[in-house]
């Protein structure tokens, strides 16, 4: 659903802010062929209406320690809202967990963990298995070697694609 207080202008800002959250305001309304107040002015009304949700970084990890990352496929032992929610908040609950998506197919939740080493990665799915989370089988996998980690929504082709 297309947010109809939201023109190509503000696309083009969020499509910039995606890729460097600290440009400077003056370079922004450059790059999107606008005066710098009118750009603020644009900015300040995409953070208050929620489009812009924050800023941040992201981090060499590996060039600071080493990690793996591991996917995990989590089934609920009862289809019911109570143990999905049960897991749900849970699951947050654990630093390590980067990425947490509810699914359909042949398993509930497919999860992004983030360890130290595969004893780490152990002792935290052993946590999850003891607790009350209710889990009737997982699967890990471990990523041998990250090929593309995307934090930048495509926001021009997915709106080209609904007006298809």
Request: net charge neutral; glycine share 4%; aromatic share 8%.
């Amino acid at each position: 659903m297309i947010n109809s207080r939201i023109d190509a202008t503000d696309i083009a800002i969020l499509s910039e802010l995606q890729k460097n959250g600290k440009i400077k305001n003056v370079d922004l309304a450059e790059k999107i062929a606008l005066s710098p107040s009118p750009c603020l002015q644009r900015v300040k009304r995409l953070e208050k209406i929620g489009l812009i949700q924050g800023y941040g970084v992201k981090v060499a990890i590996n060039k600071i320690c080493d990690t793996i990352q591991v996917l995990t496929q989590f089934t609920i032992k009862n289809d019911t809202l109570e143990d999905h929610h049960l897991f749900q908040e849970a699951i947050v609950k654990y630093p390590e967990v980067m990425d947490c998506y509810l699914g359909s197919g042949g398993f509930d939740y497919q999860v992004r963990f983030i360890c130290k080493n595969i004893e780490h990665y152990q002792t935290i799915i052993q946590a999850i298995l003891d607790s009350e989370m209710k889990i009737s089988k997982y699967h890990s996998y471990v990523v041998m070697k990250e090929i593309i980690s995307r934090r930048e929504y495509p926001i021009s082709s997915l709106l080209e694609s609904v007006s298809d």
